[in-house]
């Protein structure tokens, strides 16, 4: 499925129309967590520029209550008071999940409750499921507007995880608040167009007028970019000198296909027996080496690295290429790999498998190769293309960070149509009933 021109051009900018219009936003992430520093704050900041005022509701986790944490925390609703986001959270329970998660739940709608009476609250913004069940009932008792951020199709990425069977009770009621979200939502955000087609004709949407944005997970694109200097400075410390790179930035296993991508490794290898893989990962570094181990791949040709989140781009310079294979199943049709934007923006051709959401279509643009097979004549030809991109180094680093910037630059494409999504759910509905 092709990305439209219409979605993929650059949106103009929106004025100050959203002017003091008041929104609840509602992230079961924390914002001391990676994830709320890349996907919810930056979406925040752009959106509080057109006008929008925000109560930000999170829930955090251990680390937020600690001495440090508290500090942390302290120092950000400063921050994020000077920018028109007034930040509250709750404490993030995991275990036992689902009481943990019930728990969470109604301490989320008390405390929503009292913040949409006090601030005049007039839409609510759910950021994937459970967010979204707060938000019903917020719904249901004053009125609101409600945008329903889905991110990904919860149920059954447990499911295709397999951490959830299929009718399971924890299935059954992710499906169930999922749909009632659906049917009763103002506004639904997918992360892919792919899976718009499919899951608009549920019952839930089916003949319902929705408004509908479709926004991937995109990158601070002043953040990751491509840095000579890094690039020299990491490659020294990895002794890396002249050697065909490939890196890996994630989690291991669950979808994430760990063994697929040892496995081509082993691939390119026999292509390039100079070549190293760094592994940048915040799992365990013993799986890594265990799967090397078993392939006969020794120390030399590669390294496990726990970076910090503000060291990636560096690291991710240090490459020549971008791997990601990821479990090719229903659930993925709706996701939008962070890891895509931020190899692009730091200009790392990717290598890909077939499969994931809109991804597909990126290689369509000339900045990478996908694996439609996981299979040795496959990961073959993705070696041939991949090795002959890299051989025009400056072309291919201008070619991927244009993409980026089309695709996933967070103020000239998330931010803008978050922005147009506010405005048609809030404004055009004015004019219609006027």
């Known amino acids: 499925m092709m990305i439209s021109r219409e979605h993929a051009d650059f949106i103009p900018a929106l004025d100050r129309r959203l002017e003091g219009r008041r929104a609840l936003f509602i992230s079961y992430n924390g914002m001391l967590d990676p994830l709320g520093q890349s996907q919810v704050l930056p979406y925040l900041r752009e959106l509080t520029k057109v006008g929008v005022r925000f109560t930000l509701l999170s829930f955090e986790r251990d680390q937020a209550f600690t001495d440090a944490g508290r500090d942390q925390s302290k120092r950000l609703k400063a921050q994020l008071a000077k920018e028109n986001i007034e930040w509250h959270w709750l404490r993030y329970h995991q275990r036992p999940s689902l009481p943990a998660t019930t728990y969470d739940v109604f301490a989320g709608i008390r405390y929503a409750q009292a913040l949409v009476k006090r601030n005049e609250i007039e839409v609510v913004h759910a950021r994937s499921h459970v967010p979204a069940t707060i938000a019903l009932v917020l719904?249901?008792?004053?009125?609101?507007?409600?945008?329903?951020?889905?991110?990904?199709?919860?149920?059954?990425?447990?499911?295709?995880?397999?951490?959830?069977?299929?009718g399971s009770i924890p299935y059954r009621l992710t499906k169930n608040i999922e749909g009632r979200a659906m049917k009763v939502a103002d506004a639904v955000v997918t992360l892919t167009h792919r899976i718009w087609p499919i899951i608009s004709?549920?019952?839930?949407?089916?003949?319902?007028?929705?408004?509908?944005?479709?926004?991937?997970?995109?990158?601070?694109?002043?953040r990751f970019r491509f840095s000579r200097t890094e690039r020299l400075k990491r490659r020294e410390e990895l002794k890396l000198e002249n050697r065909f790179t490939i890196v890996y930035s994630g989690s291991l296993d669950g979808w994430y296909l760990t063994e697929?991508?040892?496995?081509?490794?082993?691939?390119?290898?026999?292509?390039?027996?100079?070549?190293?893989?760094?592994?940048?990962?915040?799992?365990?570094?013993?799986?890594?080496?265990?799967?090397?181990?078993?392939?006969?791949?020794?120390?030399?040709?590669?390294?496990?690295?726990?970076?910090?989140?503000?060291?990636?781009?560096?690291?991710?310079?240090?490459?020549?290429?971008?791997?990601?294979?990821?479990?090719?199943?229903?659930?993925?049709?709706?996701?939008?790999?962070?890891?895509?934007?931020e190899y692009l923006a730091c200009g790392l051709p990717m290598i890909i498998n077939a499969g994931i959401g809109d991804s597909d279509a990126l290689i369509g643009e000339g900045v990478g190769t996908l694996v439609t097979e996981f299979n040795e004549a496959e990961y073959e030809k993705a070696i041939a293309s991949i090795l002959g991109l890299v051989q025009r180094p400056e072309e291919i680093r201008a070619r991927t960070?244009?993409?980026?910037?089309?695709?996933?630059?967070?103020?000239?494409?998330?931010?803008?149509?978050?922005a147009r999504l506010y405005e048609r759910l809030l404004l055009d509905a004015e004019t219609k009933s006027t």
């Open 401 to 418: 960070r244009e993409v980026a910037e089309r695709f996933f630059s967070l103020k000239l494409v998330g931010g803008k149509r978050y």
């Open 201 to 222: 004709t549920w019952d839930s949407l089916s003949g319902r007028s929705v408004v509908h944005e479709v926004i991937p997970c995109c990158a601070d694109l002043e």
């Open 139 to 166: 719904k249901k008792r004053f009125g609101l507007k409600m945008i329903f951020d889905i991110r990904g199709l919860m149920a059954e990425e447990y499911v295709d995880a397999e951490h959830w069977t299929k």
């Open 260 to 341: 697929r991508m040892a496995d081509f490794f082993v691939s390119v290898l026999r292509r390039r027996p100079d070549a190293y893989f760094l592994w940048l990962t915040n799992g365990r570094q013993e799986r890594v080496e265990e799967l090397m181990a078993e392939r006969g791949i020794s120390r030399e040709s590669y390294s496990v690295r726990s970076v910090k989140s503000e060291d990636v781009p560096s690291f991710l310079s240090a490459a020549d290429a971008g791997i990601s294979f990821i479990k090719p199943c229903f659930s993925k049709l709706a996701s939008s790999p962070t890891k895509n934007a």
